[in-house]
């Protein structure tokens, strides 16, 4: 039985979900835009640096732009860049924007960074304890990696270790609401109720210092010199985010969606790493989707 549910919740389907029409992915798009406009805007302002990654630099290279069904932006930044952006974009923009990361909202249970527009809504699975969720770009740190293949091999197995007790710990807090969410859906419903099971005893640490132990495991490697990079909060943990650094972490521009963003310098490398024949256009029984619990426009539903 595989324990890993990232993937499982990109395909779920539930009668709790809210799906989508095209009409409305895409006024979600265009509202994505707006928020990634003032990310990235303020980062070239700052001189802060970041990358497109995952499906975004997918289709910044494919369709200079959106994947045609894709809901989501991804971002990532190097760690010195990602800790810079999350102490100075909060204070510029707390009127139109709340930021929910690890470093700043512990008890969210969340290992990267969401950037989350004020007056909207996007629930999404893991926002079942949330009062606040509007829609949102996440913004991932890219963290170095040991050069040394002993330091490394201990570092990926305590990232590893304290990621997944990490998710356990939350399945455990959230185990109610997931229950109900898989209920249509035996074997998820079976894996949470394994992975609840097993963050019971993980439970004699609150949320908010798991989330503050796995950042500290995830950045420490200081050495912004390495060879390797990774992204040890994304989709392939630890190992299936390892990169080379020349590769992901130094950047160049692209299109997407008639604006000039940031994207990995060896972009094509990187997708072949990450999605193997990244130019082959999926089946639509292949394709991701987002579980919505609801979605709201508020004020930005006319200019969508």
Not at 206 to 221: F, G, I, Q
Request: with cysteine; aromatic share 12%.
């Amino acid at each position: 039985m595989k324990l890993s549910t990232v993937n499982q919740m990109k395909t779920i389907v539930s009668s709790s979900m809210v799906m989508i029409d095209d009409a409305t992915l895409h006024k979600l798009q265009a509202v994505l835009l707006t928020i990634l406009d003032d990310i990235t805007a303020f980062c070239d302002e700052e001189g802060i640096a970041y990358v497109l990654s995952g499906g975004s630099a997918l289709g910044a290279v494919r369709h200079q732009g959106f994947i045609p069904w894709d809901d989501d932006i991804d971002i990532d930044m190097p760690r010195a860049d990602y800790d810079r952006f999350i102490s100075t974009f909060p204070q510029r923009f707390a009127s139109k924007y709340s930021v929910q990361a690890p470093e700043l909202t512990p008890e969210v249970g969340t290992a990267i960074a969401r950037v989350r527009l004020r007056d909207t809504v996007m629930r999404m699975h893991d926002d079942c304890n949330l009062e606040e969720c509007g829609i949102f770009i996440d913004v991932f740190p890219i963290e170095n990696v040991y050069d040394n293949p002993v330091a490394r091999a201990v570092h990926g197995f305590a990232c590893m270790a304290t990621g997944f007790l990490y998710s356990c710990r939350r399945f455990w807090r959230d185990r109610a609401f997931y229950l109900d969410f898989g209920k249509d859906n035996p074997d998820f419903a079976r894996v949470v109720r394994v992975k609840a099971l097993l963050g019971i005893p993980t439970a004699v640490m609150s949320v908010e210092r798991w989330s503050r132990l796995v950042t500290r495991v995830y950045s420490l490697c200081k050495d912004e010199n390495s060879r390797m990079v990774g992204v040890p909060a994304g989709r392939g943990h630890y190992y299936g985010e390892l990169c080379p650094r020349d590769v992901f972490a130094k950047s160049r521009d692209a299109e997407f969606e008639g604006r000039t963003v940031r994207i990995p310098a060896q972009a094509e490398a990187y997708l072949t790493h990450y999605y193997g024949d990244w130019q082959r256009i999926p089946a639509p029984e292949e394709r991701e989707h987002h579980a919505y619990l609801e979605l709201d426009f508020g004020p930005y539903a006319l200019e969508a």
